[in-house]
């Protein structure tokens, strides 16, 4: 089974903190997602990746960076956190189908960040 | 870019066959659409996924008509723990632009 793992699940941050949000995946797959959730918003992605060191913007990037040094894992930094982004965060992979094809996506078990 | 459109909330009773839709008018012309579920505190998992007419599996079926602009997901005689929100996923295109959406969730509540 695949298998997404994010490295809080709950998480309380001060405004103006830097947060590093974690995500590794281990089925080999080239693509990861960043998105967050928010009640009666749905799922908006923030940034992707479909290869080590590449990162495309989504829809929602302000505020946010990622880093992919490997291809297992994938970083979303809150460089200087603010209270709108307290929120669900959700962390998926793909297999290597490409953006194109919407292909199937597993998703981690989702990190709460609080910023206070 | 436009939106993905789902209702917000159904209900229905064990043992009753559920319909849930969702219209996506500029869906990416090769582009699949898939449909996720999920419970409290757990992320969204794969359901099934169509590209057109009709898709079964083991747990739902997905009606896509000709022109694509809707998709329905179907739960054949849903029990108490097919209580979740249920989103769909299409890639929606405006001109050279390509959007990943993620539909707003419809929160299925099962009764008894």
């Known amino acids: 089974d695949v298998k997404v793992t994010q490295s809080s699940r709950y998480l309380v941050k001060r405004t103006g903190e830097k947060v590093f949000l974690e995500c590794v995946q281990d089925?080999?797959?080239?693509?990861m997602f960043w998105y967050r959730q928010d009640p009666g918003l749905g799922l908006r992605l923030i940034y992707f990746?479909?290869?080590?060191?590449?990162?495309e913007k989504g829809d929602i990037p302000e505020g946010y960076s990622v880093s992919r040094e490997k291809k297992e894992r994938f970083s979303l930094i809150l460089e200087s956190a603010s209270t709108n982004q307290t929120s669900m965060y959700l962390c998926?992979?793909?297999?290597?189908?490409?953006?194109?094809?919407?292909?199937?996506?597993?998703f981690g078990p989702g990190t709460r960040l609080t910023v206070l | 870019l436009a939106k993905t459109t789902q209702p917000i909330s159904m209900d229905s009773y064990e043992g009753q066959e559920v319909n849930i839709t969702c219209s996506h008018n500029?869906?990416?012309?090769?582009?699949?659409i898939t449909w996720y579920q999920q419970f409290p505190s757990q992320g969204p998992r794969f359901i099934i996924q169509?590209?057109?007419t009709k898709v079964t599996n083991e747990v739902a079926s997905l009606f896509i008509p000709a022109d694509r602009k809707s998709s329905t997901l179907s739960l054949p005689r849903v029990s108490l723990s097919d209580t979740a929100v249920y989103y769909c996923?299409?890639?929606?295109?405006?001109?050279?632009?390509?959007?990943?959406?993620f539909g707003s969730g419809t929160q299925l509540t099962v009764l008894p």
């Open positions: 998926a992979s793909s297999t290597p189908l490409g953006l194109e094809d919407t292909d199937t996506q597993y």
């Open positions: 089925m080999d797959h080239e693509n």
């Open positions: 990746s479909y290869d080590v060191k590449m990162k």
């Open positions: 500029n869906i990416a012309t090769n582009d699949y």
């Open positions: 169509g590209y057109k």
């Open positions: 996923l299409v890639v929606i295109s405006s001109g050279s632009a390509r959007q990943l959406t």
